[in-house]
């Protein structure tokens, strides 16, 4: 399974991006999808997943800013992000769970098989 992200860039405070995942397998093969990110100084941290269920969960930081999605005609996935902050600047990754029936959905990474590289955010002010 590979995953490449997109999507990402400059943007100033206020604005929004969409990130788009690209996965090299249906959705029907990912049992949970997240969006992770790594700021400076931060360890990686859950931004937003979907569960098998289709159920979104997203981090207190990002709630009622960010959505997570997925295109059911193909195999990808977005992070739209709006009301964008500095303290979103990041590099941002999506994560896939592959090869269980179900997942409820985790903002941890120890579950995650699958990463793509990364794309990086930066949001000035």
């Known amino acids: 399974v590979q995953l490449v992200e997109s999507g990402g860039g400059p943007v100033e405070s206020g604005g929004s991006l969409r990130l788009s995942c690209a996965a090299s397998?249906?959705?029907?093969?990912?049992?949970?999808l997240a969006w992770f990110r790594q700021t400076t100084g931060k360890e990686r941290e859950g931004v937003a997943v979907?569960?098998?269920?289709?159920?979104?969960i997203y981090a207190d930081s990002v709630k009622g800013r960010f959505t997570i999605s997925h295109d059911n005609t193909k195999t990808t996935f977005y992070l739209q992000m709006n009301g964008l902050k500095s303290e979103d600047t990041g590099r941002y990754y999506c994560?896939?769970?592959?090869?269980?029936?179900?997942?409820?959905?985790?903002?941890?990474?120890?579950?995650?098989?699958?990463w793509g590289q990364g794309t990086q955010v930066t949001v000035s002010s």
């Open positions: 994560a896939a769970i592959v090869g269980v029936d179900y997942c409820s959905g985790s903002l941890s990474e120890r579950p995650y098989n699958y």
């Open positions: 979907v569960a098998s269920d289709g159920s979104t």
């Open positions: 397998v249906h959705i029907v093969s990912i049992s949970c």
